[in-house]
């Protein structure tokens, strides 16, 4: 079963930058697509962006448009999310998860990795 670890979090300033990577732990990887989550304190989890494996397409949510790339580096079974600009309403726990197919559901949640943004 593959499982998903994510790093890169921490504690950074407004307007400041921060990149997070998720890591699959499989010999052979390719799913339909990946995707980050996000769950701010006290809120649901909320998607934030998501590749296709193959293809490149990519999607976001209106929240980080301009803001964030997601990106993938296949050979290393990783999946990154450069976040520029953040703002304290970014502040959340960062999860990634995969799409096996593109008629299946998300899942293999991560344990996430959880990002601040001071004032």
């Known amino acids: 079963q593959v499982q998903l670890v994510e790093s890169g979090g921490g504690l950074v300033q407004n307007g400041g930058s921060l990149r997070v990577s998720c890591i699959a732990s499989a010999r052979t990887f390719s799913p339909y697509a990946v995707a980050w989550f996000r769950q701010p304190p006290g809120k649901e989890r909320e998607f934030v962006s998501a590749?296709?494996?193959?293809?490149?397409?990519?999607y976001y949510a209106d929240s980080v448009k301009g803001r964030f790339t997601i990106s993938i580096d296949s050979a290393k079974n990783t999946v990154y999310l450069q976040m520029n600009s953040l703002k304290p309403e970014d502040t959340a726990v960062y999860y990634c998860?995969?799409?096996?197919?593109?008629?299946?559901?998300?899942?293999?949640w991560g344990q996430g990795t959880q990002v601040t943004v001071s004032p």
């Open positions: 998860a995969f799409q096996p197919s593109r008629a299946s559901n998300f899942g293999s």
């Open positions: 590749i296709k494996w193959n293809a490149d397409d990519t």
